[in-house]
């Protein structure tokens, strides 16, 4: 099969499916991919070159559960109404709060100097250079500093840099390191670190003095924490940034201070537990101190070293006795101060625990713990809580309650305390009345030692506690634990991710000109293949035209075997069929078009050459008077044409000129009138044409554009068959309902002629209707030229063939 028939039968096919003329679409516009693909790829590289990476870094914290495991047994019981798992999540989240936690952040971002950012100078990138830059800026907070603007410094030598500030004034200052800077807005001290800044001279840098409440916020906004999975107390921080040992610093500080945070809270009642008993030992040391003066004086004046065998004896009872005074008033200063802490209405964190006082009352321990377990919870809940959230005033109702209930417990104790100092001191009591039946001297004696004896023991009761509790504060670690601390080379790339990022730009390019197809063709109201008008109308196409590609509007005469001229013998063909009930004579034949620029006057002329080529006598009349253009197709003047003609002002033979094509002859326009309907109206415009009707076959007329003016409706009447010319990919696809409307009221023989097919257009039809004339098709090797297939039509044949 010969390759015209290999396209038309491509073609054909691809007619039949929407799928296949979309392929073949985008196909024929292959070039603008690829072009959009390059660049996208192009863009993508550059990308991902130059842009500022973003790692992401975790570290990990256990949260331990904070109950008593003694009660693991009836937690099992508890945990199958998973009435445990619901706490155990509540202090998850509580926990995370606290991570989350404004003040805790704050607090990182101090301790690391995230209040200034130094950052290189570079042509493209300016990355920032945490710990790595070869200077330190010192901020004074006491003084004003204009935050988040860029201050630029070159380095000069070891000793000196230039400051530049981008203020009004553009500052620019050189300045020794270690010398104090300060303006109106800056007030700084810039150090050197250990660098050779030598080798560094003329590096640019600049730093930014942050604020830190907008750090804190910032940082915050990136650290994320999560839970490993709904039934572990373990929490997974990450946080994301274009410097990784920043970001590992954070989070390990966090994690530190989070830490510490913790043990903080759990040795608050050791340290004030600590502070009350050192308060104690103050009063009780100065007594102690003024009793043994008092004693040792009273030895040395009465020359008296020891009792007695009676006087020991009573002493020792004593001493007994007031040991036992001593145990009763220290937890009478612990009720005093548990009285006074819940009367002055005091919110701290931690009460101090009756157990340092040796008060074993198991109701008043339980309520002193229920007490620092709700202060602990509530502060784990003000951090990520308003003052007004309705969990936090539940919280400070039970507070209120349980200081209540730890008032009236405490006066109940306060008064059986008393009962026993009451009932000690009537011991001592009948001790006195034994002792006082000693010698003066050594009763006297006796008072200043039971006095020293009784702020001995009390004095020794308090610093055995006070190691006690040392001991134990000492001792204390952090309920909550860190598994594993953020690392440098644990850090993951987060973007640019390299092949992400071509995939996505590969999507976009392709699908970035497949928009732009789809649009053109949802927004184009133009006639593009002969589907267009077959689905709009019923008139007959009688010819479809090749574009010209040639140096001559005249193909048919200079080009007779190109595929253009065949494609006006198919023409010349059809016409006979569409005459076919027309009685002998000569035949009138008009050609109009919608609009300017689709060919009229080139199709109209061609036809003439092609009918004059039968030997025919054929003459083509220029009737577009408004806008002439036949005489330049012929190489004439435009003048004595059928304007002079209609005037009188030449005769019939005046105006008919021979041309350079055999039996083809032309009148042409002539000069413009001013009134051109008016003079085609005329009866001698008939008798014109009734005239040459006598000596010529054909009377060919080149009419105005039908849907300017209505020039060539006037001549309805004298005309066989009216050729319309539509041109491929120019003409409105709303002319067919005006042709539809032209023929339906003036009952005329109306054909269409398709004009300007081109070979490298996108679809369908420009490619076969050069080829196959009268059921015949014809080889590439007939015509002068070599047909060149587009790569679309290539590959959609090599598909079919598949």
Known sequence: MSQNQDIHSLLESTETFDVKKFIFKILSNWYWFVLTIFIAISFTYFVNKYTDPIYSVKASILIRDKSNSANSGIENIVQEFRVFDRVRRKNVENEIGVLYSYSLIRKVVEKLNFNVSYFSVGRIRQPEMYNRAPFTVVVDTLKKNKFDTPIHLIL??????????????????ELYFGMPYSSGNYNFTIFKKDFDLDSLKGNEYYFVINNLNGTTNGVKRKLKIESSDDKSSILVLSSTGKVIAKEVDFLNMLCDQYIQMDLDEKNEINAKTIKFIDEQLGSITDSLRLVEDKLQQFKENNRIVNLSNEGKELFTQLEKIQAEKAELIVKDQYFNYLLEYIKSNKDTLSVLSPSFAGINDGALNRLVLDLNDLYSQRSALSYGASKNNPVI??????????????????????????????????????????????????????????????????????????????????????????????????????????????????????????????????????????????????????????????????????????????????????????????????????????????????????????????????????????????????????????????????????????????????????????????????????????????????????????????????????????????????????????????????????????????????????????????????????????????????????????
């Open 393 to 802: 005033a539940l919280y400070n109702g039970k507070i209120t309650q349980n200081k209540q209930l730890i008032s009236e417990n405490v006066k109940t104790i306060i008064n059986s305390n008393n009962l026993s100092i009451e009932g000690i001191n009537k011991r001592i009591d009948r001790l006195d009345n034994d002792i006082r039946k000693l010698p003066v001297t050594e009763k006297q004696l006796i008072n200043i030692q039971r006095k020293y004896a009784l702020n001995d023991e009390i004095y020794n009761y308090l610093l055995q506690k006070r190691a006690e509790t040392g001991i134990v504060m000492a001792s204390n670690t952090a309920e909550n634990k860190i598994l594993d601390y953020s690392r440098t080379d644990n850090a993951i790339k987060l973007s640019p991710n390299e092949k992400t990022n071509y995939i996505i730009a590969i999507i976009i390019a392709f699908f970035i000109p497949l928009l732009i197809i789809v649009l053109i063709d949802f927004f184009d109201n133009k006639i593009h293949e002969r589907k267009d008008i077959e689905k709009r109308t019923n008139i007959p196409i009688i010819a479809e035209i090749g574009h010209n590609n040639k140096n001559s509007d005249l193909v048919v005469h200079a080009f007779p075997r190109s595929s253009i001229s065949e494609s006006f013998r198919k023409l010349r063909t059809n016409l006979k069929y569409s005459l076919i009930n027309k009685t002998e004579g000569s035949t009138v034949l008009s050609v109009t078009s919608t609009i300017s620029g689709e060919g009229k006057t080139f199709t109209a002329v061609n036809t003439a050459s092609v009918l004059a080529a039968l030997d025919k006598k054929t003459i083509i009349i220029g009737l577009d008077l408004r806008k002439p253009s036949l005489h330049k197709y012929f190489e004439f003047e435009n003048e004595d044409g059928v304007s002079e003609y209609l005037t009188n002002s030449c005769d019939l033979q005046q105006i008919i000129r021979p041309t350079k094509v055999k039996n083809l002859s032309v009148i042409l326009a002539g000069a413009i009138p001013p009134n051109p309907a008016e003079l085609l109206e005329l009866a001698k415009m008939n008798e014109l044409i009734e005239h040459l009707k006598e000596s010529f076959d054909y009377v060919i007329l080149d009419t105005p554009p039908i849907a300017l003016v209505t020039d060539a409706l006037l001549l309805s009447p004298s005309v066989d068959i009216h050729l319309y010319v539509i041109r491929q990919d120019y003409s409105n696809i709303s002319v067919l309902e005006f042709l539809n409307d032209i023929k339906e009221k003036n009952k005329i023989n109306l054909n269409i002629v398709i004009n300007d097919i081109n070979l490298s257009g996108y679809y369908s039809y420009k490619y076969n209707y050069n080829y196959k004339y009268g059921g015949t098709y014809y080889s590439h090797n007939y015509y002068d030229e070599e047909i060149k297939l587009p790569f679309a039509i290539k590959l959609l044949k090599k598909l079919k063939r598949s």
């Open 156 to 173: 000069l030598n070891n000793e000196k840099y230039s400051l530049i500030l981008d203020d009004e004034a553009q500052t620019e200052k």
